[in-house]
């Protein structure tokens, strides 16, 4: 069963950036996809990025040359670098890994456990 800790969350101004951190356990970490996830209070989970093991990435439209997912297979560490801030940003974010995913739809099927995710909130 995945182990998944994210931390880096926090308030900034619109415009600001975060880097947000993800440590996984439990998995063969190098075998899996890893994603990000955000929900904003009253709406459902929805995917953000997800990078593969050899390090393709993909985006949702709305974070799109904004958002960078990165990862270090060695630390067992997920990573998303997020500039260019918006209020519509704020969420709690959470990492997890891809049992499947369909790089064409951005469907994916993410494990059941979650972590505790981190607060990301833009405001001024």
């Known amino acids: 069963q995945v182990q998944l800790v994210e931390s880096g969350g926090g308030l900034v101004q619109p415009g600001g950036s975060l880097r947000l951190s993800c440590a996984a356990s439990g998995i063969i970490f190098s075998s899996y996809y890893m994603a990000w996830y955000r929900q904003a209070p009253g709406k459902q989970r929805e995917l953000v990025a997800v990078?593969?093991?050899?390090?393709?990435?993909n985006y949702a439209d709305s974070v799109k040359g904004r958002f960078t997912i990165s990862r270090d297979n060695g630390k067992k560490m997920v990573y998303l670098q997020m500039n260019s801030l918006k209020p519509e940003d704020t969420a709690v974010y959470y990492c997890n890994a891809l049992n499947t995913f369909a790089p064409a739809t951005m469907k994916a099927s993410p494990f059941d456990s979650w972590g505790q995710g981190t607060q990301v909130t833009v405001s001024s």
């Open positions: 990078i593969s093991s050899g390090g393709s990435t």
